[in-house]
């Protein structure tokens, strides 16, 4: 038997036979057991994490949600005077500001991963490219700084006024653009987080186009498509799984964003049909008022907000994994 060799083949006829060093193969399975040990403790561990997150949030919330019951998910009211608490408001603003982020942001985004991926001449690749992955390194608060002194003023001088004179008597969708353009508001919190948000959904669809085999556009391009077509029919289906989770994950980040959003939005528990009007979310509700909160009632209520983001995060992700799923078996299906 070879002294310190770990593996030694010799041939005997038509048969391999294998001399294993017995001390290095207990050795191995040592190792084996430890890593398997430590990668099960850390996938419990998150587990824990998460559960004792949700445990917490549940503890601290069950006073107001007591109380209130289901009333403090359906009324607008949110009023520490009288103790009289309602999450209808944040929710409406949490929701309806990131949709805006995502109408902007997924169109952008995807423009700009298409782009570096199939039309962007060499020379600019490179530095297009950083420059989407340092957007997504700003701090949150510069660009709630940003959007208050520079983007609020533009809004409300120049796009909230149009967007007033313009679409504020076309049927249907006029109401969301009436009243004052006050510069900060909903529209302009949508705004802000469909900046903040891009940068992650454009690197992200970038790397899923990079994964197309060369060899798929370059068919499409010998059978006499244009590269509009070989991007529609080729690159487009191809990474439609990575595109649904790309932009899973900047809704996630829309929906938890807190600082920037806090800056823009007004801070106003109300809901109002236009988008140029004042809000809130449950992110900047919890910011603004956590320190403040006096009172049992009132601290319960806010972790409460807390609680109904855990919820409404975790299902967004819940349904992006079934949705993620899906398209995959019909991806091995249609193979």
Not at 39 to 61: D, N
Not at 232 to 246: A, E, F, K, L, T
Not at 301 to 308: N, V
Request: aromatic share 8%.
């Amino acid at each position: 038997m070879p002294g310190p060799s770990y593996f030694c083949a010799t041939r005997s006829g038509t048969d391999i036979v294998a001399i294993i060093d017995p001390r290095h193969a207990a050795k191995q399975l040592i190792f084996e057991r430890i890593f398997r040990s430590a990668t099960l403790t850390a996938a419990i561990l998150v587990l824990l994490i998460l559960g004792g997150v949700a445990v917490s949030l549940l503890r601290g919330a069950w006073p107001a949600l007591s109380h209130f019951r289901l009333a403090f998910i359906t009324r607008e009211i949110w009023n520490p005077v009288t103790e009289q608490f309602g999450a209808l408001a944040p929710i409406y603003g949490t929701v309806v500001t990131s949709l805006i982020a995502m109408l902007i942001a997924v169109p952008t985004g995807f423009g700009i991963a298409l782009f570096l991926t199939e039309l962007c001449p060499p020379l600019l690749k490179r530095p297009i490219g950083v420059a989407v992955e340092l957007l997504a390194a700003v701090p949150s608060i510069i660009f709630g700084i940003w959007g208050l002194f520079v983007l609020a003023p533009v809004l409300q001088r120049y796009v909230q006024p149009w967007l007033i004179r313009n679409l504020g008597d076309v049927p249907a969708v006029g109401h969301l653009f009436k009243g004052p353009p006050y510069g900060i508001g909903i529209l302009t919190a949508g705004v802000v987080l469909a900046i903040m948000v891009l940068p992650f959904i454009a690197a992200t669809m970038r790397d899923v186009f990079d994964t197309v085999p060369p060899m798929l556009k370059e068919s499409g391009y010998g059978l006499g498509a244009t590269t509009w077509e070989v991007i529609w029919n080729v690159v487009v289906p191809h990474s439609r799984v990575g595109i649904v989770g790309g932009t899973m994950l900047g809704l996630g980040r829309a929906l938890g964003e807190t600082m920037a959003v806090t800056f823009v939005i007004g801070n106003a528990h109300r809901i109002s049909s236009s988008l140029l009007a004042p809000g809130t979310t449950i992110s900047s509700a919890i910011a603004n008022e956590f320190t403040e909160a006096v009172g049992d009632l009132y601290t319960s209520s806010l972790i409460a907000l807390g609680l109904l983001l855990f919820l409404i995060t975790f299902t967004v992700i819940a349904l992006a994994q079934a949705m993620l799923r899906r398209l995959e078996r019909r991806t091995g299906a249609v193979a």
